[in-house]
């Protein structure tokens, strides 16, 4: 254990090296993701402001089946995508940056939040985009075939390749929701007492396994009815500790607001508190990594910018709401500063309620965990597709291997989970960011062109082109 130790420690310290910067040391990769969420907000034309709406408005008028190339709904994408996204590290994400950061790090993580819009929007634009078909009419998507493209379409066939290789070898590490099974097991064990976290990990990878070998419509059936009844169990909860504590709300607001400019030493400060939140915001909403466009390209869409719409509604629930709304109630709560780590911060915040209440928190982080997990092995197997084949042989090899992996992350130190998933997350952004900069020119001509003209044209312009593919 010591020489795995050492190795994810050697990783965690050259994927974060540190650069000097106003005086403190942040991250070089933090800001090489934080600057692309402030670029294309402005290229785009703040569409994390401006089309809110719309994309409200097309998961009300989305083509059904026939209408559109497609596997799922743009419903059934973005619930995939938010089963994904909406995990444990919206409620252990949200208790591991305070205790990096301070208060400050959840103002930080709804302001990135509010960027990370754009982001996703971007890059989920690209992945319709550049989707591919095999001969069985199955689509297939992700940064890995966007870089392909774009290097082919540039003259750049082989770097193009590379670089989707390199994204997909990441993703492959990335795509083993370590912290999902390693928190879950942490409130399963709070509640019931359960000591042996192998026993945990096999049943709940079994449990997984149930869905990951059903395949993709499955996985959105799955994530279709998990989502929302997640979110909802989770955030009445949130909002009884609230509701609990709600005389100290005030305070725990102006600890938030002066935390993110202020901070203290113990936290890193300002900056401490920036790039905690934006560590744990990159990691909720997964806008930058790419990994989501993946359950957005099996949507039926008549524009790729429909869908880029839709998924920019991810960071708006998952990181500004849902996180934020949480943060709160551990900070009015003051569990942070008990010297717990991860979820058990947040089931002492609930414990405060009623003694009942970290069952009920038990059975939401299962849910989120569980739903993730299945989420990822999508994911993942996306990723091995492009490296492997799609054939069911190299399908049902990456299946298998998915599920063995999941055990062990319930029996690892936290802090080495964090490292583990950190690293590869941020690593998968390195390509992908590439790719959202190499066609940031088509991307503004897009959206504007799209943005120009109504739901009812692009239906009508849609139904043309599919006319003309079956004659």
Known sequence: MSAFNAAVDALSGAVFFKVPLLGAHIELIVLYLALPMLFFTVWLGFPNVRAVGRALRILRTQPEAGEAKGDVSQWGALTTALAGTIGLGNIAGVAVALTMGGPGAILWMFIIGWFAMTVKMAEVTLGLKYRVFDERGHVHGGP????????????????????????????????????????????????????????????LAAAVALVTLGGAAWLGEVAKRLTPLKVAVYLAGVAAVLIFHAPQ??????????????????????????VAGMRRAVFASEAGVGSAVMAHSLARVRHPVSEGLVALLEPLLGTMIVCAVGGLALVVAGTWTSGLEGIAITSAAF?????????????????????????????????????????????????????????????????????????????????????????????????????????????????????????
């Open 144 to 203: 890995m075939y966007v870089l392909k493209a774009i290097g082919a379409a540039r003259g750049w066939p082989r770097l193009g390749l590379a670089l989707g290789g390199l994204y997909a070898f990441f993703a492959l590490f990335g795509a083993i929701p370590m912290v999902q099974v390693n928190q879950s097991f942490a409130q399963v064990q709070v509640v019931t007492g359960l000591s042996n976290g192998w026993t945990y990990g096999v049943i």
């Open 249 to 274: 709300i005030p305070a725990a607001l102006a600890q938030i607001w002066h935390g993110a400019w202020s901070g203290n030493a113990a936290t890193g400060g300002a900056v401490g508190a920036f």
């Open 351 to 471: 414990a405060q309620v009623s003694p009942w209440f970290p069952w009920l928190l038990a059975i939401v982080v299962v849910l989120f965990a569980y739903s993730t997990l299945v989420a990822w092995g999508f994911y993942g197997l996306q990723a091995w597709g492009y490296l492997f084949g799609n054939g069911s042989r190299a399908q049902w090899s990456y299946k298998i291997l998915y599920i063995i992996a999941l055990p062990p992350a319930a029996a690892i130190d936290l802090g080495r989970v964090v490292d583990i998933v950190d690293s590869s997350f941020f690593l998968m952004a390195i390509p992908n960011v590439i790719a959202l900069y190499l066609c940031a020119g088509e991307l503004r001509r897009d959206v504007r062109d799209y943005l120009r003209r109504s739901e009812a044209e692009h239906a009508s312009a849609a139904d043309e082109a599919l006319a003309r593919s079956r004659t």
